[in-house]
């Protein structure tokens, strides 16, 4: 069964440094979001993309934050300065909405360490 | 706005018993809700969806648009339903999901 792929799984980086976190959704997908979640807290979204460009984003995607599909199979998200508080585990996801049911599935994680 | 509430951060039963998660909705429109469930070190994989009314691994959850509530139920719990749960709800144009702050459902031999 088709999964959906992030790398790294653990991400250890300096305030203020770039980090580029990637994934690979499913083939045939989409829809592309971005979500994260700091340690105790819920899964917060950050951003959906579709057709080539952001179709929604959260309070917290900030200009410190952006998203690209550079080829046909790759999703990044780029932080560009990180901060303290960005230390948090971050989901990427795919869907479509080919079906009535339409459903979203995740990647493993990415856990991204500032210090 | 939409917003989901798990009240509960820990449940706690004995194999055999029977175990409901609670989950409480708000948002102004028609919602769409999902159970999702992560397994020790597993991803987010999605148990139940609303729509479909179906019971997965035992489990059962009915959108109640009165009380506003999608609560999980199964008869009789297992060891191996020992994880995380999620609700989410789906609201707006784009997909994106909102979700509860999760419970940790703990099953004892």
């Known amino acids: 069964e088709p999964e959906v792929t992030q790398t790294p799984s653990h991400q250890v980086t300096q305030m203020g440094q770039e980090v580029i976190l990637r994934c690979v959704p499913i083939s045939n997908h989409l829809y592309f979001y971005w979500y994260r979640q700091i340690l105790g807290q819920k899964v917060e979204f950050l951003v959906s993309f579709y057709n080539n460009e952001i179709s929604e984003k959260s309070e917290i995607f900030d200009d410190q934050f952006s998203v690209e599909r550079p080829d046909g199979s790759n999703f990044t998200l780029k932080i560009r300065s990180t901060k303290l508080e960005d230390s948090a585990m971050y989901f990427c996801?795919?869907?479509?909405?080919?079906?009535?049911?339409?459903?979203?599935?995740f990647g493993p994680g990415t856990r991204l360490t500032v210090t | 706005a939409q917003r989901v509430t798990q009240p509960e951060k820990l449940l706690s039963v004995f194999k055999g018993a029977p175990v409901e998660l609670k989950c409480n909705y708000s948002?102004?429109?028609?919602?769409?809700l999902f159970w999702y469930v992560q397994y020790s070190r597993q991803r987010l994989q999605l148990l139940l969806r609303?729509?479909s009314r179906e019971s997965i691994k035992g489990f059962t959850a009915d959108l109640n648009k009165g009380e506003t509530s999608f609560h999980l139920k199964k008869p009789f719990a297992q060891e191996e339903d020992s994880a995380m749960y999620y609700c989410a709800l789906r609201g707006g144009s784009n997909y994106k999901l909102t979700f509860g702050k999760g419970t940790l459902l703990t099953v004892n031999p």
């Open positions: 996801a795919s869907g479509w909405a080919g079906t009535v049911t339409y459903e979203q599935y």
């Open positions: 609303h729509i």
């Open positions: 948002y102004s429109g028609s919602p769409e």
